[in-house]
T-cell receptor, first 113, second 111 residues
Framework: DGGITQSPKYLFRKEGQNVTLSCEQN?????MYWYRQDPGQGLRLIYY???????QKGDIAEGYSVSREKKESFPLTVTSAQKNPTAFYLC????????????FGQGTRLTVV | GIQVEQSPPDLILQEGANSTLRCNFS?????LQWFHQNPWGQLINLFY???GTKQNGRLSATTVATERYSLLYISSSQTTDSGVYFC?????????????FGKGTKLSVKP
C-alpha cells in the first residue's frame, strides 16, 4: 500500500527528554511537512522539506529539529527546549511544485508526563 | 500572512439533511484543499480544488478564486459524516507548499 506512515501512534515523554517522531512515505514525493495540532485548533507548520538534505523552518519551529537524509523519511525531534510539547503531530507529503496537493499520515499523539 | 476563515464553527444536523460549509481566504491562492478529520485524528483528503467545481458522491466543492472563497456541500448527511472539516490553502509568495489551515467546522450528524 502506498502512503505515509507515522510512528508511534502514542508517545509519552518525561519533562527534559528529547523524543523523535518517525514519518516515512512510499509515494515518491519530493516534499514533506510536519504540522502540530492543538485541541480545537487547525494545524500549524513546524518544518518542511522540498528536497533531500534541505529543510526550512515553519511558523513554530522553536524547540523542534528535523533531518532529511533520505527522500522517504523526515523524522521530527521534539527537544527539551519545546515548552509545551503535548499535542497531536501530523506528517504530510506532496509531489512538490507546482502540484502541492498534500496527503497526511495518521498522526502521533505526544503527551508530556 | 494569509488568513483562512471557516464558518460556521459548529453545525448540528439531522441525518438526511443537507449542509454548506464555507471557507474564506484573504489572498490569492494557488492551492485549496478540503479535509475531513475523523474521530481518530486522521485527515482524509476530500477535494483538491484551487478553482472550479468538483463532485464526489454526496460531496461537492466549489472554489471561486476571484472572490476568495470555497464552499463544501454535503447532501443527505449520514452519521459517518460527523467530524471536523478543514479547508487549507497555499498562496502565491508563501513558503512553498505550506498549507494554511482554518480552524475547522465541527459537524455532528444525529440519527
Amino acid at each position: 500500500d502506498g502512503g505515509i506512515t507515522q510512528s508511534p501512534k502514542y508517545l509519552f515523554r518525561k519533562e527534559g527528554q528529547n523524543v523523535t517522531l518517525s514519518c516515512e512515505q512510499n509515494l515518491n514525493h519530493d516534499a514533506m511537512y510536519w504540522y502540530r495540532q492543538d485541541p480545537g485548533q487547525g494545524l500549524r507548520l513546524i518544518y518542511y522539506s522540498q528536497i533531500v538534505n534541505d529543510f526550512q523552518k515553519g511558523d513554530i519551529a522553536e524547540g523542534y529539529s528535523v533531518s532529511r537524509e533520505k527522500k522517504e523519511s523526515f523524522p521530527l525531534t521534539v527537544t527539551s527546549a519545546q515548552k509545551n510539547p503535548t499535542a497531536f503531530y501530523l506528517c504530510a507529503s506532496s509531489i512538490g511544485q507546482p502540484n502541492t496537493e498534500a496527503f497526511f499520515g495518521q498522526g502521533t499523539r505526544l503527551t508530556v508526563v | 500572512g494569509i488568513q483562512v476563515e471557516q464558518s460556521p464553527p459548529d453545525l448540528i444536523l439531522q441525518e438526511g439533511a443537507n449542509s454548506t460549509l464555507r471557507c474564506n481566504f484573504s489572498d490569492s491562492v494557488n492551492n485549496l484543499q478540503w479535509f475531513h478529520q475523523n474521530p481518530w485524528g486522521q485527515l482524509i483528503n476530500l477535494f483538491y480544488i484551487p478553482s472550479g467545481t468538483k463532485q464526489n458522491g454526496r460531496l461537492s466543492a466549489t472554489t471561486v478564486a476571484t472572490e476568495r472563497y470555497s464552499l463544501l456541500y454535503i447532501s443527505s448527511s449520514q452519521t459517518t459524516d460527523s467530524g471536523v472539516y478543514f479547508c487549507a490553502a497555499t498562496y502565491y509568495g508563501g513558503s512553498q507548499g505550506n498549507l494554511i489551515f482554518g480552524k475547522g467546522t465541527k459537524l455532528s450528524v444525529k440519527p
